[in-house]
């Protein structure tokens, strides 16, 4: 049952109730036109301390394409948090208002603090360099209507493992389907934080590579997973610099690559991918981000209980 349900890491849902969603979000998809009153007279709560165009606008889409309606703020600075009012009542305030409530905020964990006083469903939309629980639901959709399943696949996750909180709470999903393998492509300063390597991967024996070099692995992958270095997380802007074009895709890098991987992002690129390599068939980053408004409609209406 997931009405009234919280979202604030992939691992809140059992597999079970993640196919529910994606189920639902598939036929969202089929027949647009038959939800499109589902959420009259909802209120969503979309608070987002921290900034967002994606997420934000892909939750603020879900909810108008549902009939709901949404109030809440882009920055924190327009909010009384300004005054230094906490996040607990800020939540609990906005709570006696909605139904629902979205929150990005820029300190991980800041969520579970929330969800405490928060009478209504809290979902959240990224934890500082913590985790991103519906861009996971987002890329699990656009994998399953890839690839048909979440088994067997061999998975790599390129960019910044550190900080990409994206790839961390995919990392954590995907290790729950059977026969995945995942390869870590990143520089060594930007490796996978060692605790998830140990809670998602170690624990369950599941096979992994750690690789400075994508031209040396490309060929093997079924998805390849692109991040941005995060320039918001870093401690000191020459770091930053020295490690932020570690990786640029361009149609060279690709061409040994399986003709049905799939190239995924989260959004926004910076120089990671080249705008060539958008033509390209397995570039799947743009249809990924309308799946994540469709999966976000499938979220919203379940958490709420209209369907
Ligand atoms: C990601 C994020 O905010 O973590 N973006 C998104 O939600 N689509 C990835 C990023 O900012 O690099």
């Not at 529910?20 to 959420?39: N, R, S, V």
């Not at 879900?62 to 109030?71: F, P």
């Amino acid at each position: 049952m997931l009405k009234n349900r919280n979202l604030i890491q992939p691992s809140d849902f059992s597999l079970e109730e993640l196919t529910e969603i994606f189920d639902f979000a598939d036929e969202i998809i089929k027949k647009p036109e038959d939800y499109t009153h589902i959420c009259d007279g909802k209120l969503l709560g979309s608070l987002f301390f921290e900034p967002s165009t994606r997420t934000r606008l892909s939750f603020e889409s879900a909810m108008n394409r549902l009939g709901g309606r949404v109030v809440g703020f882009s920055e924190s600075s327009s909010s009384s948090v300004a005054k230094g009012e906490s996040l607990s009542d800020t939540i609990r305030t906005v709570a006696c208002y909605t139904d629902i409530i979205v929150m990005r905020h820029p300190k991980e964990g800041a969520p579970t603090h929330a969800i405490d006083r928060c009478p209504v469903p809290l979902i959240n939309a990224g934890d500082g360099g913590h985790e991103h629980p519906t861009q996971t639901l987002t890329d699990l959709l656009t994998i399953r209507n890839a690839k048909g399943s979440f088994n067997n696949l061999k998975i790599g996750l390129c960019g910044d493992l550190k900080f990409g909180r994206t790839v961390h709470s995919l990392v954590n999903a995907m290790s729950r389907y059977d026969g995945n393998e995942f390869y870590f492509i990143s520089p060594e300063e930007l490796k996978m934080p060692r605790y998830i390597v140990e809670k998602s991967l170690k624990s369950r024996d599941i096979t992994y590579h750690e690789v400075e070099k994508l031209e040396d692995i490309i060929d093997q992958l079924d998805i390849l997973y692109m991040t941005r270095v995060q320039k918001e997380r870093f401690f000191n802007e020459a770091d930053y610099v020295r490690l932020k074009d570690s990786y640029i895709l361009d149609k060279e890098k690709i061409s040994p690559a399986k003709k049905d991987m799939i190239i995924l992002h989260p959004l926004p690129r910076v120089t990671e991918i080249k705008i060539e390599v958008d033509d390209d068939d397995r570039a799947w980053y743009f249809k990924q981000a309308k799946y994540g408004m469709y999966v976000r409609m499938s979220l919203i209406s379940k958490l709420l209980g209209v369907k």
